[in-house]
């Protein structure tokens, strides 16, 4: 049996193997952030697919954290029956799945279409979006919010929630020293750029058990001028597991890392070098995302001990039920890493290879 198929824990939750869906917006919540029917079948069909952990797209916290139109909100009560579909679906086909909380920060499109001005850790010249240096104050209710979001999370019966601190958005931010420029306890030292991590992951903990799976898509470097070093986010990472958290899922930070890809592309796993870094140095689980696409490759990853699991977007875009072709056979992924992946309609998240070939079907008939 491939060690991809051996079961691991995160926290108090046992997964029945080592594969994760990583969150991925879909597009499947309606205009308020509610769930919808269609948002529901997508996760039952993942969960059908038998992947181990299952990370729903990003959950803004606020409205002012919110980044998509048609994004998941949880930052209301009133969002939790809709979410407790979405945990039931997916349990009811034997599989787990957590919450991916955010504030989207400066990087939010959606707030800066609909003329609202973005929260920001430091004001930037360069930085073109309409934005404004949060004051402490508000850095303090957007902790509450985390918080708070999280205490939604367990009522509405998922099995663990990340933090979403990677892509640019507002965590990624906080703990670059290109983006954070503050000049008071939130910035300047290493430490104090952490320190907003820090505080969320502490105020997230008391709303939740000891052994409640908690943890982080972390932007662990930035490989621009004046981005976060590798060694940073190490030791980042480090007193963030000191904190509570229970697994890292390795990503980049807030700009400028993720490699060119053209269609097609052959299999070529991005940030191997620097989860396998991260993963000498802390003693929870980590989790490899990005460009994965085989079985012998995932394999070989938990094998050699550079990740404890790995995690997968676009492939299960493309095929929910990947991971019951592996179990059969070494295939692998059909998805060709075009990008194109897209909203069907405005609404759920498809493969643009399979909507084109479709597409051409339709016209020769």
Not at 178 to 195: A, C, I, M, V, Y
Not at 242 to 262: F, K, M, N, Q, Y
Not at 275 to 280: D, L, N, P, R
């Amino acid at each position: 049996m491939p060690r991809l198929f051996e079961p691991v824990k995160l926290g108090g939750l046992e997964l029945k193997n080592r594969a994760v869906r990583s969150a991925t917006w879909d597009g499947a919540a309606d205009s308020q952030g509610a769930v919808t029917d269609e948002a529901v079948a997508l996760f039952r069909e993942l969960g059908r697919g038998q992947i181990g952990l299952i990370i729903t797209g990003h959950a803004f916290v606020t409205p002012l954290g919110q980044g998509s139109p048609n994004q998941y909100g949880i930052h209301r009560d009133e969002m939790i029956p809709g979410l407790r579909r979405l945990t039931d679906a997916v349990h009811r086909e034997g599989s787990k799945i957590a919450v991916q909380i955010t504030h989207c920060g400066i990087n939010s499109g959606y707030l800066r279409r609909q003329g609202i001005t973005c929260q920001a850790v430091s004001h930037l010249d360069e930085i073109e979006t309409p934005h404004k240096e949060m004051t402490g104050a508000e850095i303090e209710t957007i902790i509450a919010d985390f918080a708070s979001a999280a205490r939604r999370a367990i009522s509405a019966g998922f099995d663990a929630i990340q933090l979403h601190g990677a892509h640019g958005f507002l965590m990624s931010e906080f703990l670059s020293p290109f983006f954070n420029r503050r000049t008071d306890k939130w910035g300047g030292s290493p430490e104090n750029r952490r320190r907003f991590h820090i505080e969320v992951i502490k105020k997230v903990r008391r709303e939740i058990s000891s052994d409640f799976p908690l943890f982080i898509k972390l932007g662990a470097w930035e490989d621009m001028p004046g981005g976060l070093p590798l060694d940073e986010g190490i030791a980042g990472a480090r007193g963030m597991v000191e904190e509570g958290l229970d697994a890292l899922e390795i990503s980049v930070g807030a700009r400028g890392s993720t490699p060119a890809e053209p269609a097609g592309a052959s299999e070529r796993v991005y940030f191997r070098k620097q989860a396998a870094a991260v993963k000498k140095a802390v003693s929870v689980p980590v989790i490899l995302v990005g460009g994965i696409r085989s079985l012998k490759t995932a394999n070989d990853i938990i094998e050699s001990g550079d990740a404890d699991l790995i995690s997968m977007s676009r492939p299960f875009i493309r095929q929910p039920d990947l991971l019951v072709h592996w179990q059969q056979d070494e295939a692998t992924a059909t998805c060709i890493s075009c990008s194109k992946c897209f909203p069907a309609g405005g609404r759920v998240l498809e493969c643009g290879e399979d909507r084109r070939l479709r597409e051409e079907k339709a016209a020769v008939r």
